[in-house]
């Protein structure tokens, strides 16, 4: 009854008064061996301290088709228990994934939350902007008008040069004419006083 598991079991049923050889009463045990599948069995509850030797089955051997299941179930057991441990390793790589991914969605949201902040900023600069941008517009369409309406003005005021001009020229040449007239006119007079003028 050495090697496999072997687990302690409470009485269950009345017990013959059995004691070994340290004068203690024995402890029964279940045995996990694939000859003795769930077999139970007193030993000495000090043997793991010194033991005086003492070890006896309790249950009867069980053999054919109940061991044969016993032993399959035990084996179908301990490959679920294998397959639990590896479950729950991959679990833990899961989970430590799923923390960092956690903490990256976090550190995400902040810059998200930075970049939100700073679009606001940005998008009342832009509005500022804008505004100023309306405004200069509306300023140079002012001095686009204003100067159209200058042009304007400024040809009225050729054209006004150019009548002008023209009336002084015509008033130059009536003067002119009149001086002209106006000396020939004394002239024939002076030259009729000098017909009249007696001779020397
Ligand atoms: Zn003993």
């Not at 409470?10 to 029964?28: A, D, I, N, R, Y």
């Not at 679920?80 to 550190?107: G, M, P, W, Y």
Request: charged share 25%; glycine share 4%.
């Amino acid at each position: 009854m050495s090697g496999e598991l072997k687990s302690i079991t409470t009485f269950s049923e009345p017990q013959p008064v059995m004691h070994c050889k340290h004068g203690l009463c024995p402890e029964l045990y279940t045995s996990w061996e694939t000859d003795n599948p769930g077999r139970r069995f007193l030993r000495c509850q000090m043997w793991q301290r010194g033991d005086c030797g003492f070890c006896q089955w309790f249950d009867p051997e069980i053999v054919g088709r109940p061991k044969e299941l016993i032993n399959r179930l035990r084996s179908q057991k301990k490959a679920l228990e294998n397959r639990l441990k590896s479950q729950e390793a991959e679990h833990r790589v899961i989970s430590t994934r799923a923390c960092e991914l956690e903490q990256k969605l976090i550190d995400a949201n902040a810059k998200i939350k930075s970049l939100s902040i700073m679009n606001d900023v940005l998008t009342q600069k832009l509005k500022v902007v804008t505004d100023e941008q309306a405004k200069s517009d509306n300023h140079i369409l002012e001095l686009v008008t204003s100067n159209a309406k200058l042009t304007e003005q400024l040809v009225k005021l050729k054209r006004e040069l150019k009548l002008l001009k023209t009336l002084l020229k015509c008033l130059f040449f009536i003067s002119l004419m009149f001086v002209v007239g106006l000396s020939c006119f004394l002239a024939g007079k002076r030259n009729k006083a000098m017909l009249y003028l007696p001779s020397v």
